[in-house]
């Protein structure tokens, strides 16, 4: 497999998810621009050219601009948005209530 050179825009977007400091960059990232998980992994592995398409909707999804990262925001999204952590708990709650039902199941039979 030949891999791509990291163009500007993976560079970008390299520095853009390492300042931002996300837990889950493929997930998160997935969630706020609507793209798929694969590509963006892709882009974050080097394996795909990011497009500045894609930087528009990431710039707009995180509300930052990759070319500058001097000017830090007074809070990070990350901060500001425990949505993914809440879906996240939720997720791992069911999960677990799902294991605890199987167990039941198994002590009865």
């Known amino acids: 497999m030949t891999e791509i050179k990291r163009n500007t825009n993976n560079e970008k977007l390299i520095k853009a998810v390492n300042y931002l400091r996300l837990e889950f960059p493929v997930v998160e990232i997935a969630e706020k621009t609507g793209m798929d998980k694969g590509n963006i992994?892709?882009?974050?592995?080097n394996k795909k050219s990011v497009s500045s398409n894609f930087i528009k909707k990431f710039e707009e999804a995180f509300n930052?601009?990759?070319?500058?990262f001097e000017n830090k925001p007074e809070q990070t999204p990350r901060q500001n948005d425990d949505?993914?952590?809440?879906?996240?708990?939720?997720?791992?709650?069911?999960?677990?209530?799902?294991?605890e039902?199987?167990?039941d199941r198994a002590k009865v039979i």
Do not use: M, P
């Open 41 to 45: 992994s892709s882009y974050l592995n």
């Open 64 to 68: 930052i601009d990759t070319n500058n």
């Open 83 to 99: 949505s993914l952590k809440d879906k996240l708990i939720e997720v791992l709650e069911n999960q677990l209530r799902r294991l």
């Open 101 to 103: 039902n199987a167990l």
